[in-house]
Nanobody, 125 residues
Framework: EVQLVESGGGWVQAGGSLRLSCAAS????????IGWFRQAPGKEREGVAV????????YYTDSARRRFTISRDNAKNTVYLQMNVLEPEDTAVYYC??????????????????WGQGTQVTVAS
């Protein structure tokens, strides 16, 4: 079974930066994607960014496109989310997600097979 372990969350003042990490293990195959979602209090979970296992395909939602960068280190089976110029509206629990073999790009939410436990990001104004 795939396991995802997030780290790097914390407290930061508005305008600051954080880098989240998602370490994946227990998977086989080389056709998958790892993405980041977030859920703020009282709101639905929303996508942030996703990266494919190959061909360097990335996708960002509008909220992340200008300020966040997703990257991967295949040797470490780790995906990163560099978040810059953070805003209080970015406060949320950030979750890492792992898809199965890809049929769509960007992958649909129903293609997600595994979730991490989440890491809290708090941006103070």
């Amino acid at each position: 079974e795939v396991q995802l372990v997030e780290s790097g969350g914390g407290w930061v003042q508005a305008g600051g930066s954080l880098r989240l990490s998602c370490a994946a293990s227990g998977f086989t195959g080389d056709d998958y994607a790892i993405g980041w979602f977030r859920q703020a209090p009282g709101k639905e979970r929303e996508g942030v960014a996703v990266i494919s296992s190959s061909y360097d395909r990335t996708y960002y939602t509008d909220s992340a496109r200008r300020r966040f960068t997703i990257s991967r280190d295949n040797a470490k089976n780790t995906v990163y989310l560099q978040m810059n110029v953070l805003e209080p509206e970015d406060t949320a629990v950030y979750y890492c997600a792992f898809t199965g073999p890809l049929n769509n790009w960007p992958p649909r939410s129903d293609e997600i097979r595994y979730w991490g436990q989440g890491t809290q990001v708090t941006v103070a104004s």
